[in-house]
């Protein structure tokens, strides 16, 4: 594993995400920044895809289920070459193919359309359980909210999961510890998450979801483990790498036009230390 | 393709035609929600179990997983009672199956009355009115065991998403083996010129067909359409009675609102007003009791069907 080459990669995704919402104006910059390294392990050392391909029957499946982080989810997209980078400038715009929340129905490269949170963790285990059924050895990753993690879906899927011992099945939470409201901790707590599932019966690991060490080691133990399935609590910042956005309770969604991404791109390249 | 004769349960009829499609298709893939017994999805899940998912009392996770093994190139077919199958995943069924383009067959059991002593908290009146607003959906109501085997054959052949009503216990013989059914097309069991009575599903075809009986003592000459495919509503038939008989009375196990009462007119309302009325549960809440006691509180019965028709004529 290159971690320099995955930071700089991560450094490009972090940049477009910004460059993308600046250009419409306003967007889920919270949510999408806080998986960004998520998203470049995966994309750039994990997944077994084709991005020339993007449905080829034996890949393996990535799964957005907290959908509105789409605009960095297509940001990775797009820098593995699945639709061309002037796409991003069409983010929300009439008639694009990029929407705000994942819609396989309109993008390349997106394994299943999510929005209505809890039901991209329910088709995730679908997808798994298909994968099983034909017999593919492919793994299904699907990563889900803190904030998600409220809807009694999850939880029904969570039973399941572990029920069907779905051993190809990789779930992250992305634990950035605040939804639209503000702290998840004020809205509805998701205290002892870790505990939760490890009562529900899955392989739990608790790692720092912006280090690609941590992260690698966590998914290759996950797919060592094939009782059952896993899950992998990132905890991470919530618009991590906007730094307009870090800290402040409102940065689910936030309005900045393209002047204020430029600057806070600077701003992270000189926090990276990159020029 | 089977003769379904032998089939004394509608619940039969149902997995007699899913098993025997599980049979031929390898993509053929059956989830219930702790119902398997009501249903008899166990007999799928003794021949088929590397393809049987018994998702317990959590539809809405079903219907996702569901959604999730369609686009893995699989075809569920998922069931539980009508209520749950309709009021509790209606956001999964309309967002990651019709929003996502992705294609369940979801049965729903026990619609209307047929919940009898589960109750009025298991009565599925608004189940129809529910899933047609997803854009695509076929919903079928079939009236006997011959032309739900088929249509269930014929709605995997479809391969859009749908939802199929249906009666569990009790059985109607009506089609005989070789009848022409096909889906999206009402069957005409009488071609009368008074009145119109258009029925959808088991419980409204019995009830009409008794109707005919007691109208034609009165010499009154009217058509009856099975009408077992809800949507797409089949506007030519409908359309075609309509010229003839001047006047529509639609009987359905549900509600009026959404319904496919309303639905009817709409149509008619569009290309050709006629004089209409209807037998369905109105505002009404559901309540426990027997088949007959239901039938006879919610109107469902040849005599209040005839004189619904009767008066339509005056």
């Known amino acids: 594993m290159d971690v320099k ?6 450094l490009e995704i972090r940049e477009m995400t910004i460059k993308e919402i600046g250009h419409f104006g306003a967007g889920h910059i919270g949510g999408s920044m806080s998986i960004v390294e998520l998203l470049t392990y995966l994309y750039y050392h994990e997944l077994r895809i084709d991005p020339k391909n993007p449905k080829k029957e034996d890949r393996d499946r990535f799964v957005c289920s ?6 960095a989810v297509y940001a990775a997209l797009t820098s593995k070459g699945y639709f061309p980078e002037e796409w991003l400038l069409t983010l929300n715009q009439g008639g694009t193919k990029l929407p705000s929340h994942c819609d396989m129905t309109k993008t390349p490269g997106i394994d299943f359309t999510c929005g209505s949170l809890g039901q991209g963790f329910s088709a995730a285990i679908g997808i798994a359980l298909g994968q099983r059924i034909q017999k593919q050895d492919n793994n299904t990753f699907v990563v889900i909210g803190d904030g998600e993690s409220q809807e009694g879906q999850i939880w029904e899927g969570a039973e399941t999961a572990a029920q069907w011992k779905l051993g190809n099945l990789i779930a992250f939470t992305d634990l950035n510890k ?7 901790e004020d809205v509805v707590s998701m205290d002892n998450i870790d505990t939760r599932w490890l009562g529900f019966n899955w392989h739990v690991q608790r790692i720092n979801g912006h280090n690609f060490r941590e992260l690698s080691l966590a998914i290759e133990k996950a797919k060592a483990v094939t009782d059952r399935p896993s899950m992998i609590i990132m905890d991470t910042v919530k618009s991590y790498g906007f730094i307009p956005g870090e800290g402040i309770a409102a940065n689910h969604s936030i309005a900045f036009d393209e002047s204020v991404a430029e600057k806070a791109i600077a701003e992270l390249r000189e926090r990276e230390g990159v020029n | 393709m089977r003769d379904t004769i032998d089939i004394s349960n509608m619940r039969d009829a149902v997995m007699a035609a899913i098993n025997d499609l599980a049979a031929e298709n390898k993509d053929v893939v059956m989830l219930d929600a702790d119902l398997a017994s009501c249903l008899g999805s166990t007999s799928f899940q003794e021949k088929y179990p590397e393809r049987f998912f018994n998702c317990g009392i959590a539809e809405a996770n079903m219907v996702g997983v569901g959604a999730g093994l369609s686009s893995m190139g699989l075809t569920p077919f998922a069931h539980t009672f009508g209520c749950f199958a309709s009021r509790r995943t209606f956001d999964q069924f309309f967002l990651s199956v019709g929003y996502a383009n992705q294609v369940i067959h979801l049965v729903g059991s026990d619609p209307g009355i047929t919940a009898q002593l589960n109750g009025g908290t298991h009565m599925p009146f608004e189940d129809i009115a529910l899933m047609r607003q997803v854009p695509g959906v076929v919903i079928i109501d079939p009236s006997d065991a011959q032309s739900m085997y088929e249509l269930i054959r014929q709605v995997y052949e479809n391969n859009k998403p749908s939802y199929i009503r249906s009666a569990r216990k009790g059985v109607t013989h009506r089609y005989p083996v070789g009848t022409k059914i096909e889906l999206g097309k009402g069957i005409e069991l009488s071609k009368g010129k008074d009145v ?3 029925a959808t599903g088991q419980t409204m075809v019995d009830a009409a067909s008794g109707a005919l009986a007691l109208l034609k003592e009165k010499n009154i000459d009217a058509t009856l359409v099975d009408l077992h495919t809800v949507r797409p509503l089949d506007t030519a038939l409908i359309e075609e009675v309509a010229k003839r008989c001047k006047r529509i009375l639609v009987c359905e196990n549900g509600r009026y609102s959404g319904g496919v009462g309303e639905m009817i007119a709409a149509h008619m309302a569009k290309v050709n007003p006629v004089k209409m009325d209807f037998v369905n549960v109105g505002e009404r809440f559901g309540e ?12 469902f019965t040849a005599e209040n069907i005839a004189k619904k028709a009767e008066a339509l004529i005056k």
Do not use: C, E
């Open chain 2, 288 to 299: 426990v009791g027997k088949l007959d006691y239901l039938s006879k509180t919610f109107g």
């Open chain 1, 66 to 71: 907290k959908g509105h982080a789409g605009p």
């Open chain 1, 5 to 10: 080459n995955l930071k700089q990669k991560a």
């Open chain 1, 178 to 184: 605040q939804q639209l409201d503000g702290y998840t």
């Open chain 2, 196 to 198: 119109a009575i258009i």
